[in-house]
């Protein structure tokens, strides 16, 4: 068996995979990342360690650890672990999401030229990425950047429990803000000139290498076999379109979980051609198989605008009986629209400044108006992703996966909105299947992750409603002239 664990910002998911691709057993444990002030966010590494034994006790409750043959890690990417040269963590996480480091972003930008970074990285510099946190610690927290011997992410950070070796992988390296997309390397460029020490950066893998085993403490720990080989894994949103099966330029992924992402692969290896012919706002990253890369666009606050309502209105209904409530308004919400810009946003504005609204409210409006206002306003934002990815991708077909799409209510909304069919995962784990499969082609069971995922898909489509598209399409223009003129003010 293949097992699979994946780091998420709301919780570690783990999962086991029988020779046939299958899952046989899955467990999660749930935990919740520290907001210390408003458009900050960190989290505590050994959380994630510890949330990592508690799900494995539980899945090996029911499945035999000693039949685990390879372990594949992914996780949230961005996110900055701190090693120092004991090994001992510096500080808390600063997340993917956090939005602190827009001016040192700017003076990143400014120092080593806006159009010279994007040719040397395939991207514009974001507040979330790993590169403006190592400056605004240079600034602002001095005795925590001396310490600073390694730079992880979360699944680097797992791993390097689990065998003690320190790597990273490809596609979590494209992250960073400090990385060669094109030749998938450290960029001794940018290092060089803004004077980081090139020893902070792990040693680069592609994600189907092995870079070590399971150690002895954590065998004994959690039953796996001592010596079991770990691969050195992937960044969610690549192992997600591996579990699903999106690895070639003619199927697409689309993501609604804690953010919310559309994701093409793309058919040639990108260079500055076609850097002239994608919104700075997308991404281009390394995908997990080699020779193989991708372009995204990233909704920041998607699922995570639903579970922001609930809780900031303490409403004790369970997101079912959320679902239900919105299920009874009719498309369009009559009238109240909602932009999902609660921590920010990356695309289409690569705005750390703007901010979520319910718009249109009046004394009408009730509690399931306002619930399917926030489905539909990450719909919405999910276009903006879909209209830029449109331009540079012509994909087939596209496949939905992730937490929000278990409603069938909000996978018709997304239909509706983009006005294309969509293929619904039949798997919610996708980063941890994708892990498996990984593992399982970096220990040569499957050549391929077709070979793997052939029952992961549902071939059942789910087609837009043509009418609710119409209507949706006039919600989108007042959508994208709200952001216009808030954004002025």
């Known amino acids: 068996m293949f097992l699979g664990i994946d780091i998420g910002s709301g919780g570690t998911k783990v ?14 444990v749930s935990y919740s990342f520290d907001v210390p002030k408003e458009g900050w966010t960190e989290h505590d590494p050994n959380e994630w360690w510890t949330a990592t034994l508690k799900a494995l006790t539980k899945l090996f409750e029911y499945n035999d650890p000693a039949k685990v043959e390879a372990i594949g890690v992914t996780g949230q990417m961005h996110s900055s ?32 030229g806006e159009d010279k970074y994007r040719s040397l990285t395939m991207n514009t510099l974001f507040p979330g990425f790993t590169l403006p946190k190592i400056m605004w610690l240079k600034k602002n927290e001095p005795e925590h950047y001396e310490r600073i011997s390694t730079i992880f992410m979360p699944k680097d950070f797992i791993n390097y429990k689990l065998t003690g070796v320190v790597a990273t992988d490809v596609t979590d390296a494209s992250g960073t803000g400090i990385f060669d997309v094109y030749n ?21 893998y592609e994600s189907i290498e092995v870079i070590g085993e399971v150690k002895s403490a954590v065998a004994k720990a959690t039953g796996l076999k001592e010596g079991i080989p770990v691969i050195a894994g992937a960044a969610d949103n690549a192992a997600a379109a591996i579990g ?14 804690t953010s919310g992402v559309v994701l093409v692969p793309i058919k040639n290896r990108p260079d500055k051609e076609f850097l002239t012919k994608i919104n700075s706002s997308l991404h281009i990253f390394c995908h997990a198989l080699p020779n193989t890369w991708y372009a995204m666009g990233v909704t920041l606050t998607a699922g995570e605008s639903l579970k922001w309502f609930r809780d900031a209105f303490e409403i004790e209904d369970d997101f079912q009986s959320l679902i239900m409530k919105a299920k009874a308004v009719d498309p369009g919400s009559r009238g109240l629209i909602f932009t999902p810009y609660l921590s920010g946003e990356r695309t289409p504005h690569n705005d750390s400044n703007a901010r979520g609204v319910f718009y249109g409210m009046n004394l009408t409006h009730r509690k399931g108006d306002f619930i399917r206002s926030v489905m539909e306003g990450v719909s919405f934002s999910l276009k903006d992703c ?27 909304i997304l239909a509706d909105v983009l006005g294309v069919s969509l293929k619904k995962s039949a798997q919610f784990e996708g980063p941890a299947i994708g892990a498996a499969i990984l593992a399982g082609i970096g220990v040569d069971h499957w050549k391929t992750p077709d070979e793997a995922n052939r029952k992961v898909v549902n071939e059942d489509l789910i087609n837009p409603n043509e009418e609710h598209y119409y209507l949706y399409k006039e919600s989108f223009a007042k959508y994208q002239d709200l952001y216009k003129k808030l954004s002025t003010e």
């Open 15 to 28: 999962i086991l995979l029988n020779k046939e691709g299958q899952p046989v057993g899955s467990s999660e």
């Open 81 to 112: 672990v701190l090693l120092d040269s004991q090994g001992a963590i510096i500080r808390k996480a600063i997340l993917w999401n956090d939005q602190r480091t827009e001016v040192e972003c700017k003076e990143v930008l400014k120092r080593i």
């Open 184 to 204: 998938r390397k450290w960029n001794s460029s940018i290092i060089d000139e803004l004077e980081l020490n090139p020893e902070w950066f792990p040693p680069l």
């Open 244 to 257: 699903n099966g999106v690895f070639k330029e003619d199927k697409g992924l689309i993501s609604v979980g």
């Open 386 to 412: 879909h209209e830029l990815i449109k331009n540079i991708a012509t994909v087939d077909s596209f496949v939905i996966t992730g937490g929000a799409v278990k409603s069938d209510l909000w996978s018709q």
